[in-house]
């Protein structure tokens, strides 16, 4: 079955500082992976998406994430954050049916 | 322009009350989802349909219907809500296996 771990539940960070959220995957084929982000009251927005090729992905607002097999990873990453990168960022995984992550919550202070 | 858009967006219900939901795409999309998300949890599938009056049961279907009468509309039934589902309702809609898009969500309080 598949699944999404997210081990950081919430993660604080100065603006001007880099960030990596981690996430972990388990799936049995190659798999479909995606980070969303969440704003207060909003929904899901797509940040990117692998489907293959390249492990490295480029997504909007500058965050990108990196695919490795070896390690069933798919951590986003962003060089430097903003105070309006606060919010919820979710991992998922799947074939159409996703199954997400529990979530990691950013908040970036000054 | 939004292209999924739910209906309502807030609604505070009774326990035993049959609630519906409403979804409505623009996108030309197949397929359509339907997701709860609780406090400090990701979402979680409910029903999902890929073509119009059909439905399919998700990861979490018990206590809920779904209906998909049009390829555009999407709704979720709660026929005898209870206090368990108090819960946000998220609606999104994909092209087959490509990403979904979401709508805005419908905080539901059942009291």
């Known amino acids: 079955a598949q699944s999404v771990t997210q081990p950081d539940a919430r993660v604080t960070v100065s603006e001007g500082a880099s960030l990596q959220l981690r996430c972990k995957y388990s799936?049995?084929?190659?798999?479909?992976l995606f980070w969303y982000v969440q704003y207060p009251r909003q929904g899901l927005q797509l940040l990117l998406k692998?489907?293959?090729?390249?492990?490295v992905v480029q997504g909007v607002n500058s965050f990108e994430a990196e695919f490795s097999k070896s390690n069933s990873s798919f951590h986003l990453q962003k060089a430097s954050v903003h105070w309006s990168d606060s919010a919820v960022y979710f991992c998922?995984?799947?074939?159409?049916?996703?199954?997400f992550g529990a979530g990691t919550r950013l908040k970036v202070i000054a | 322009e939004a292209a999924v858009t739910q209906s309502p967006r807030s609604k505070v219900a009774v326990t035993g009350g049959k609630v519906t939901l409403s979804c409505h795409q623009t996108?030309?999309?197949?397929?359509m989802y339907w997701y709860r998300q609780d406090t400090g949890h990701g979402l979680r599938l409910i029903h999902y349909?890929?073509?119009?009056?059909?439905?399919e049961k998700g990861d979490i279907p018990d206590g809920y219907k779904a209906s998909r009468p049009s390829q555009e509309n999407f709704s979720l039934i709660l026929e005898l809500a209870s206090l368990s589902q108090t819960a946000v309702y998220f609606c999104?809609?994909?092209?087959?296996?490509?990403?979904?898009?979401f709508g805005p969500g419908t905080r539901l309080t059942v009291l």
């Open positions: 996108n030309n999309h197949d397929y």
């Open positions: 998922a995984t799947g074939n159409y049916k996703y199954v």
């Open positions: 349909s890929y073509v119009a009056d059909s439905t």
């Open positions: 999104a809609s994909s092209e087959r296996t490509y990403e979904q898009y």
């Open positions: 799936y049995s084929a190659t798999p479909y």
């Open positions: 692998y489907y293959s090729g390249d492990p």
